[in-house]
C-alpha cells in the first residue's frame, strides 16, 4: 500500500507551491489536499471556534476549508475528509521563507505541529524567493526525497513523532544540512495612517528587508550558504534551563 500524505499549507489549495509539491509527492504516495480556501499566512496556530467552517470539495483528492492552516489539518484528521491516518503531513511549499523565529507566526509550520501534536510525522518546506516555477519544482523534487526519507526512518513507537522545519535557498542548493533555528532581524516599524474620515488604521512591518545573525549551524546560516536546511522542531515548550527560577517564583508565602 502506498503511503498516504496529507498536505496543507497557508497560501491556499492552489497555490503553486503546494501544487508543485503535490505533484512531485505522488510519485511515490497517494496525496489529499486539505488546504484554506484562500491566503492564511502568518495565522501562527489559530483555530476557528467561534464560526462554522466551510468546506468545499475541490476534486475527490483536494478539499478547501475557509479556515487557518490549523483549521484545515483539524478538519482533515477529525472531519471524516481522509479514508485513514495518514502516514505523513507535508506542509508547504510556503512562498517566502520560515527561519528562526519566524516558527512562531507561521501558518505552514502551523499546520505541521497540528498534525505533530495529533500524532503523524510532519514537516514544513518552505522557499526563499524568487519563487519561481522552476524553483519550486527543484525544491519539490528534493522534498519529496526528504518525506521518503521521513517515512523510511519514523519509528512507530516513538514518544515524540518528528516534526521537521525545512528551507530551501533562492538559487540551486548546494547539498542539504541538519540545523538548529538561527536569529532574523526585522524591521520592527508600524506605519500609521488616517482613513478619509480621520480615524487611524496600522500597518505592521518597516522598510528594508529581515537581517541575520552569524549563528554557526543554524538554519539562517545554511540558506545563506546556499544549502538546505532541516530543522527539528519540538512540541515540549518547557524550558528546563529556567525550573530553578520558576521554583523560586512558586515559593511565595501566603502573608506577603
Not at 522552476?134 to 523534487?141: D, G, K
Not at 517515512?151 to 540551486?172: G, I, K, Y
Request: net charge negative; with cysteine.
Amino acid at each position: 500500500m502506498r503511503p498516504l500524505v496529507l498536505l496543507c499549507n497557508d497560501d491556499g489549495y492552489d497555490d503553486a507551491g503546494l501544487v508543485a509539491l503535490r505533484m512531485a509527492l505522488q510519485t511515490f504516495a497517494d496525496v489529499i489536499t486539505v488546504a484554506p480556501h484562500s491566503e492564511q499566512s502568518a495565522q501562527s496556530h489559530a483555530i476557528s471556534l467561534h464560526r462554522p467552517l466551510r468546506h468545499y470539495r475541490i476534486a475527490d483528492d483536494v478539499h478547501a476549508i475557509d479556515g487557518t492552516p490549523v483549521d484545515c489539518v483539524y478538519v482533515a484528521l477529525f472531519g471524516n475528509v481522509l479514508p485513514r491516518k495518514p502516514d505523513l503531513c507535508a506542509s508547504g511549499i510556503n512562498l517566502g521563507p520560515n527561519l528562526a523565529g519566524d516558527v512562531v507566526y507561521s501558518g505552514t509550520v502551523a499546520a505541521a505541529r497540528e498534525a505533530a501534536l495529533r500524532g503523524i510525522p510532519a514537516m514544513a518546506f518552505s522557499q526563499l524567493g524568487p519563487c519561481t516555477p522552476a524553483a519550486l519544482a527543484r525544491s519539490a523534487r528534493i522534498a519529496a526525497k526528504l518525506a521518503r526519507n521521513a517515512l523510511r526512518h519514523t519509528r512507530p513507537a516513538t514518544a515524540q513523532v518528528p516534526l521537521l522545519n525545512v528551507n530551501f535557498p533562492a538559487d540551486e542548493a548546494k547539498g542539504v544540512r541538519t540545523t538548529r533555528l538561527g536569529v532574523r532581524h526585522y524591521s520592527e516599524g508600524v506605519d500609521e495612517r488616517d482613513d478619509p474620515r480621520g480615524r487611524a488604521y496600522y500597518w505592521i512591518g518597516g522598510p528594508g528587508g529581515p537581517r541575520h545573525e552569524a549563528v554557526e549551524g543554524s538554519d539562517t546560516e545554511a540558506v545563506d550558504e546556499g544549502f538546505v536546511s532541516v530543522t527539528p522542531l519540538r512540541l515540549d515548550a518547557t524550558f528546563p534551563d529556567h525550573l530553578a527560577f520558576a521554583a523560586n517564583v512558586a515559593a511565595y508565602e501566603e502573608d506577603e
